[in-house]
């Protein structure tokens, strides 16, 4: 979650209301909460706003598991597709 806070600004985001959301998303997922916020860093590096991170990151994580692939590399295809359109 560090890497993220160089990402963010801190003053109007809370780092703990991510972290809290990571782990409602590592709960709901069988997804290891590294491979989260690492995915996370890339869906925050890619540009998406952080009203919508969270969504995009779980989606990440749900195509990660169904597609017998990592939630990094899911990540990557969703928020490519994103900012395509």
Do not use: C, H
Not at 31 to 55: C, F, H, P, Q, W
Not at 60 to 65: D, F, H, P, T, W
């Amino acid at each position: 979650m560090s890497n993220i806070s160089t990402l963010v600004d801190t003053s109007k985001e809370s780092m703990e209301d991510m972290e809290q959301s990571v782990l409602d998303i590592s709960k709901r997922t069988p997804v290891a909460i590294n491979d989260l916020t690492s995915a996370l860093y890339d869906v925050r590096s890619a540009g998406i706003d952080s009203s919508k991170a969270m969504e995009v990151l779980e989606v990440s994580a749900q195509l990660g598991v169904a597609g017998l692939g990592s939630t990094k590399e899911a990540a990557d295809l969703t928020t490519t597709a994103i900012n395509a359109f």
